[in-house]
């Protein structure tokens, strides 16, 4: 994506059914569980870069022992500085101890991070602060070991202003407002609760406070205290959590919104962001790899006992499709067919737009997450070349000699990697335009290949704000003097911000409404920012369920292709010779291609969550004031 967007966040969670000498047996180390989840959090590191961090817990400890062990990173590269701070201080253990090396007892009693559960998580910072304190697992300590609480998620809450409200309603007092301490207070509170109904009724039964604890582990109903705690979230979720005792969970939230797989056998419990992270793993083929269903938790208990419950009831499933067109890994093999069906359908709109001459046109992508839709594409466009071929031969049948067959069949498909993205540079001059200028060479060209009377057609995963395209990539294909570019998304025109995840919480950074506003002045109809923002003020005091987005009403009064035109001409200027065009997919057709993720409120504005409505109005408030904020 020309256009960086952050996206939080990757979780991956594992629970080793076997005893730690088993793996020490079989895989040659006790500590396969912390290698393994290693690999997954580094195969899932283009989820977040700005943070990551890890958390075990072994097992059937006694009094006195530490069971719980928890390290976090925000340094630059977070997963190898987490691992090298395991790493080092495994070693050191074994180096001063080494009557531990074989002896896997003595290595679950004196090495910290060694466990069988384990919870990772990466993180992109796209609210709060790129601090440590930010980073996840977060832990909530308490002294029984059944109300300890560790959390790390994927997610962002719509409604965290109401969470930290029930939380002062219940007599706490939250150290922060950021949804990932609302959450885990909440799911803290009903653990606390649920324990103490436990103890309560336990010394009713005549046990003693110590032959309690056993019991409150195997009675501790995981998914009652979800059900509680989850009530009054809206947002997009996959939550993992573990307690201190070791009972486990990854709940997904009713829209399906953010995405969550599973994977077990009689040795490994394993839950990640996404499915081919546990393929590559541990070795498994697709088919047993299981998406974890809306509204859903897997629950682990600490005898192992894994169930799959309904925690809420599902709601229409909304998928996120960004999750297709860019931020998942495209070895995943639905999403690698989604992405070049995405290449292949929007072929005919760039067919049109080149009026059908694949002779004189130069296709190419923006690297890298777009190449797969580039070579459904160029798939597309080689069964164009192949029919303009059948039918030049079928007309010239009766005179064609073998030197103009030839000449026929060995017309190519011109494709070449045009645009290279050099090492990022750093604006660390203030000044603007010195600025623009650094921006401007953050893609480099190939020069040679393109002649006067070419188009040139690039095709992008998305293009969101049209800053890197603007400032850089169309000036730099522009000095191979092109007849035309055409910049072509594989994802529709993005009109909304997000509120569950993705960075794009601003509607004045979004390409798409710039040029619908540029349009509303143009046709002399810009005083319907005015009446939208009364409505979306009339709004602000109704509960979720009853507020509409009349944000879209911004965009009803024109086509698609108008405002992909007047995009085109924001993103260009008096310097660039080439006429300059921009392609969008159409939401029809990303339905098509992503048929299992029809999550598109970026897109349409329908958003899945009541939520989502009130974000987007506010977000509009906030552009019409003037006011630099986050709209959730």
């Known amino acids: 994506m020309s256009d960086a967007l952050k996206h939080e966040c990757g979780i991956a969670f594992i629970r080793l059914l076997k005893p730690l000498e088993y793996y020490k047996e079989k895989y040659g180390s006790a500590f396969y569980g912390v290698n393994k989840m290693y690999l997954m959090m580094e195969k899932q590191h283009n989820r977040g870069q700005d943070g990551a961090g890890f958390a075990s817990i072994k097992l059937d400890r006694p009094p006195g022992e530490r069971y719980i062990s928890r390290v976090r990173s925000s340094a630059s590269q977070p997963i190898q500085d987490i691992f090298s701070q395991i790493n080092d201080r495994i070693n050191k253990e074994l180096v001063e101890h080494p009557e531990y090396t074989d002896n896997v007892d003595l290595q679950k009693k004196n090495i910290p991070y060694i466990g069988e559960v384990l919870l990772g998580h990466v993180r992109y910072g796209t609210f709060g602060k790129n601090s440590v304190e930010s980073v ?50 909440k799911i803290g509170h009903f653990l606390d609760s649920e324990v103490a109904k436990l103890y309560k009724k336990l010394k009713k039964e005549g ?38 005792h070791g009972d486990a969970f990854v709940l997904r939230d009713p829209a399906g919104i953010r995405p969550a797989y599973y994977y077990q056998d009689d040795e490994v419990v394993v839950v990640a962001s996404e499915r081919p992270v546990i393929q590559t793993v541990f070795n498994v083929p697709f088919d047993q790899v299981i998406e974890l269903d809306p509204g859903k938790a897997i629950i682990v208990k600490k005898n192992g006992k894994t169930s799959i419950s309904k925690i809420m009831d599902p709601l229409e499933r ?3 499709s960004f999750e297709r067109i860019y931020f998942s890994r495209g070895s995943d093999a639905e999403i690698y067919k989604e992405r070049k069906n995405l290449g292949k359908l929007i072929m005919p709109q760039v067919l049109k737009e080149i009026d059908h001459d694949t002779v004189n046109t130069v296709f190419s992508f923006i690297p890298n997450t777009a190449e797969t839709s580039f070579y459904g594409m160029v798939e597309a466009a080689q069964d164009e070349l192949n029919k303009q071929k059948n039918e030049t031969i079928l007309a010239e049948k009766d005179s064609l000699t073998d030197e103009r067959l030839s000449e026929i069949l060995s017309a190519r498909l011109r494709t070449e990697k045009l645009a290279i993205k050099d090492a990022k540079l750093r604006t660390f001059i203030t000044e603007d335009s010195s600025r623009d200028d650094l921006v401007a060479h953050v893609y480099d060209v190939t020069y040679g290949v393109v002649k006067s009377e070419d188009n040139l057609v690039i095709i992008d995963d998305s293009i969101v704000r049209g800053t890197t395209l603007k400032k850089s990539i169309i ?12 910049v072509v998304s594989s994802a529709p025109q993005i009109r909304y911000p997000d509120c569950y995840g993705i960075d794009m919480a601003r509607l004045e950074g979004l390409i798409a409404f710039k040029a619908s506003l540029e349009l509303l002045k143009e046709n002399g109809n810009y005083s319907l920012v005015e009446e939208v923002y009364k409505k979306c003020k009339a709004q602000e005091n109704l509960a979720d369920e009853k507020v509409h987005n009349f944000v879209k009403e911004i965009y009803e009064g024109f086509t698609d292709q108008e405002i992909s035109d007047k995009i085109a001409e924001l993103l260009s200027d008096e310097t660039v010779g080439a006429e300059i065009k921009i392609i969008y997919q159409t939401v029809d057709n990303l339905h098509k291609a992503c048929p299992k993720n029809l999550g598109d409120w970026y897109f349409t504005g329908d958003y899945p969550t009541a939520g989502g409505n009130r974000v987007v109005n506010k977000a509009f408030i906030n552009f019409f004031e003037g006011k630099d904020e986050r709209a959730y």
């Open 318 to 320: 909304k998928a996120c």
């Open 475 to 486: 000036k730099m294909l522009d000095r191979l003097n092109p007849k035309k570019i055409i």
């Open 207 to 244: 046990y003693s406070k110590v032959d309690a604890s056993p019991q409150i582990v195997e009675r501790l109903n995981v998914a009652k205290i979800l059900k509680k705690s989850s009530k009054d979230w809206d947002g997009g979720y996959a939550m993992a959590g573990m307690l201190g």
């Open 136 to 185: 996840h697992p977060f832990l909530r300590q308490n002294n029984w070991m059944h109300r300890n609480l560790i959390v790390a998620g994927n997610f962002n809450m719509t409604n965290n202003n109401v969470l930290f409200e029930n939380l002062v309603r219940l007599g706490q007092h939250p150290k922060d407002h950021v949804d990932t301490v609302t959450v885990m207070e």
